[in-house]
């Protein structure tokens, strides 16, 4: 906001400024005049747009550099949704097997030749929507299979990591952020996740349906704490931030 970057919170935060209130009340000045009025104007609407919850958030991703992306995630974590998708295959024409959305709260599971279709008012309601590698992989599938309706915003925390020079998969940002998979850790790719699905469609295998689900909400599951960590890490530095479980 107001022109500030990363670097110049930090240095922020060194003189004793660790929110907005703070800034208000500080006598010395540590920026220009004019620096400061566009700030402040910057405050006073950021207050109000906070305030607004989903109508604001647009607002904020418009202010916000993608390596903090991180941060809407937590300020807005009544109205973030993660989203994963599992598919038949890894071709351009596979469709969606399974797909999970987590608030934060509660995860909801859709599976093909069940409720698949019922998501489509749901994914349509999204204000905030979190993904990883989303852009090119889940949020196509998506929407070639419920439409347009998704308008929120989307933060893929793929390219959120890039900007912090870490490159990969899911897999590895939960190993380097020391995220553990609880639910099917025996299930490591989507190759394998596409045989899960093959033994369930072809032969009927429930337990391989299950384990399908399971290992879908171990990668929302994951992306979740991802952001958590991201967002630790950001903000390491200042003192009056509360990291979010």
Not at 174 to 184: I, K, Q, Y
Not at 210 to 234: G, M
Request: aromatic content about 12%; proline content about 2%; hydrophobic content about 40%.
């Amino acid at each position: 906001m107001g022109g500030l970057d990363v670097d110049a919170e930090r240095r922020l935060w060194k003189t004793g400024v660790y929110c907005w209130d703070d800034f208000r009340r500080i006598r010395r000045p540590l920026f220009s005049a004019s620096r400061t009025r566009l700030i402040l104007k910057d405050l006073d609407e950021a207050e109000r747009r906070l305030a607004s919850g989903a109508d604001g958030v647009r607002w904020f991703y418009a202010k916000t550099p993608p390596s903090q992306y991180c941060r809407l995630l937590v300020n807005f974590r009544e109205i973030a949704v993660y989203f994963d998708v599992e598919t038949n295959g890894l071709e351009s024409n596979a469709q969606i097997t399974t797909a999970t959305f987590f608030d934060g709260v509660r995860f909801r599971t859709f599976t093909r030749g069940a409720n698949i279709n019922d998501a489509a008012s749901y994914f349509g309601a999204i204000s905030l929507l979190a993904t990883y590698n989303g852009t090119t992989f889940d949020l196509p599938l998506a929407r070639r299979e419920w439409g347009e309706a998704f308008r929120g915003v989307h933060v893929d925390l793929r390219k959120t990591l890039r900007d912090w020079g870490m490159r990969g998969g899911l897999k590895r940002a939960a190993s380097v952020f020391g995220v553990e998979r609880r639910e099917a850790p025996e299930v490591s790719t989507g190759a394998e996740a596409a045989e899960l699905w093959r033994r369930w469609s072809d032969l009927g295998d429930a337990e391989a349906l299950e384990r399908l689900q399971r290992y879908n909400r171990d990668d929302v599951r994951a992306l979740a704490e991802i952001a958590r960590k991201l967002c630790d890490e950001s903000m390491s530095g200042n003192i009056f931030y509360r990291s979010v479980s």
